[in-house]
């Protein structure tokens, strides 16, 4: 499985970053997501999916230890080979706002 980070994702990561949060927490969620884990998504991180969005968006709770609010939000697309497309790292308000971006009614 591919993964490729968006230029949203990549933006949202940098200012993760200078906040301090430790990002190889984000690393550790996507190696799950590229070996296809997902029980240990669905046990440990809470992986979600958000209705109305085409493709199917889905989120994954990164610490839920220290911050329960921290998500990172992804979408596949399996035409010829399976991609992971990374689209952002947010909170739970994020989820409204893609919805809305996305198409979701």
Known sequence: MKV????????????????????????????????????????????????????????????RAYNDDWLLFYFLKTDTESIVYLSALGDHNLIKHISKTRGAS
């Open 4 to 63: 490729i980070p968006k230029k949203y994702f990549l933006r949202t990561a940098k200012k993760y970053k200078k906040k301090h949060y430790d990002l190889t927490k984000v690393n550790k969620i996507v190696k799950l997501i590229e070996a296809e884990n997902f029980n240990e998504l669905k046990e440990k991180h809470k992986l979600g999916v958000i209705h109305g969005t085409h493709p199917p968006l889905y989120h994954v709770h990164v610490d």
